[in-house]
């Protein structure tokens, strides 16, 4: 292939990811993790794949970083992921020392790649990332919002009993549960759902998309959700590797947007070969105004904890 992406953290996230990427024959994996073993073994297990699954894309595993060298993206998902009764922000202290370390040697080695942060909490990661890069803004991104999306489109599809290809959904703001979920630009085959359902039933549909992770963690017991988390990565990672152009929610750097300030955010961005190549700006009634509001106040608040930890 002649594109390389490479996954840091071989666990379920990471794992599931090298193997869409792979499986979509979009580039050439690296898959890194801090256990012996664990991405060598995981690589060559994918690999073997390959024949079955037709495609040949290479996969290698490390547990170094030279084998990295040039990637076009890096999607980083190393960490601790939750526990039943843990919140994403409970992750912080741990998760910080981790995300820093892998950005400074991901970034030695791939200074031109476009950073994807997967590791929770994750609005605060980003900036965890972005600091230790110093990247320019547009190359360092994280994914939330279109798996919060795709989980609102999942309970739409399922309460009209449509086909989820003819949904869309936007969700807004940090990734937590203060999430913005936006039922006005959210549609079955271009009808508003407000046109299709009743507030209440909305309203119900909108707690579930904010309290999805925490659904999916009370379910396994041992983990968090990562099909979905590992698919919309690699949304994301398809739209920049094939310049696709597509407007995504993802967290942001925001300078002024949304009359947000020095804060990674959720909104619609155009991802294509530089990564975030504009911000849209939508108009939000007051009502969402202030849920956006707050849910920024939330992840100042991360960045604050952040600060002391430094
Ligand atoms: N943004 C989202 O929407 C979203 C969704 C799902 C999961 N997550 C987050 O993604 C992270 C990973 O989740 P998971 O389910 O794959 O967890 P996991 O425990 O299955 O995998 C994490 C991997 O990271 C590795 N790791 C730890 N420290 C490392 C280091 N310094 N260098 C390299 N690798 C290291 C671990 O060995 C492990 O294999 C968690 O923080 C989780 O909360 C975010």
């Not at 994807?116 to 909490?121: D, E, G, H, K, R």
Request: glycine letters at 8%; one cysteine or more; proline letters at 4%.
């Amino acid at each position: 292939m002649d594109k390389k992406v490479t996954v840091v953290g071989a666990g379920n996230v990471g794992a599931t990811a090298a193997q869409r990427l792979a499986e979509k024959e979009l580039c050439d994996v690296v898959l890194i993790d801090i256990i012996e073993g664990v991405p060598q073994g995981k690589a060559l297990d994918l690999a073997e794949a390959a024949p079955i699954e037709k495609h040949d894309a290479r996969l290698t595993g490390s547990n170094g970083y030279e084998t990295s060298e040039g990637s076009d993206i890096v999607i980083i998902t190393a960490g601790i992921p939750r526990k039943p009764g843990m919140s994403r922000d409970d992750l912080i202290s741990t998760n910080a020392g981790i995300v820093k370390d892998v950005t400074l040697k991901v970034s030695e080695f791939s200074p031109n790649a476009v950073l994807i942060v997967v590791s929770n909490p994750l609005d605060a990661m980003c900036h965890v990332t972005y600091e230790a890069s110093g990247f320019p803004k547009n190359r360092v991104m994280g994914m939330a919002g279109v798996l919060d999306s795709a989980r609102f489109r999942t309970f739409i599809s399922m309460e009209l009993d449509v086909s989820v290809e003819n949904t869309t959904a936007f969700v807004l703001g940090g990734h937590g549960d203060t999430m913005v979920p936006l039922p006005r630009y959210s549609t079955v085959a271009g009808i508003p759902i407000t046109e299709l359902m009743s507030k209440e039933r909305i309203d119900a549909l909108v707690e579930r998309t904010a309290n999805g992770g925490a659904e999916i963690v009370g379910l396994l017991k041992t983990g968090s959700a990562f099909y979905a988390p590992a698919s919309a990565a690699v949304e994301m990672a398809e739209s920049i590797l094939k310049d696709k152009k597509k407007i995504l929610p993802c967290a942001a750097y925001l300078e002024g947007e949304y009359g947000i300030n020095d804060l990674f955010m959720g909104v619609p961005v155009k991802l294509g070969t530089n990564g975030i190549e504009e911000i849209i700006e939508i108009s939000l009634t007051e009502e969402e105004k202030a849920a956006f509001e707050k849910s920024a106040d939330a992840v100042r608040e991360l960045k604050t904890v952040l600060k002391k930890l430094a």
